[in-house]
Nanobody
Framework: QVQLVESGGRLVQAGESLSLSCAAS????????MGWFRQTPGNEREFVAG????????FYTDSVKGRFTISRDNAKNTVYLQMNSLKPEDTAVYYC?????????????????WGQGTQVTVSS
């Protein structure tokens, strides 16, 4: 079993930056793909960014390319999401997830472990 705990979400102004962290425990996840998803009320969970096992490749949804950066520190069993130039439409609950395989898939159902989520609110 893998437990995930996200942190870093808060209220920010448009244009500001925010960094989210997701710490994994229970087992080492360095070989597993990890992803960040977000969800707003009434909508499905949306893929935001993903990083492959060992951090070899990264993927982003189009709306965050050039603004968000996903990274991982395998020694700390932690994945990060650096969010710059935040927009009000980035407001959501952000979840990190682990897929027990090395490749990133953008479909939430392919991820087996989830954190509890952290709220990011961007005011205009």
């Amino acid at each position: 079993q893998v437990q995930l705990v996200e942190s870093g979400g808060r209220l920010v102004q448009a244009g500001e930056s925010l960094s989210l962290s997701c710490a994994a425990s229970g087992r080492t996840v360095s070989s597993y793909a990890m992803g960040w998803f977000r969800q707003t009320p009434g909508n499905e969970r949306e893929f935001v960014a993903g990083i492959s096992g060992y951090g070899i490749t990264t993927f982003y949804t189009d709306s965050v390319k050039g603004r968000f950066t996903i990274s991982r520190d395998n020694a700390k069993n932690t994945v990060y999401l650096q969010m710059n130039s935040l927009k009000p439409e980035d407001t959501a609950v952000y979840y990190c997830a682990v897929r027990p395989a090395g490749t990133v898939i953008r479909t939430s159902t392919m991820y087996s472990y989830w954190g509890q989520g952290t709220q990011v609110t961007v005011s205009s």
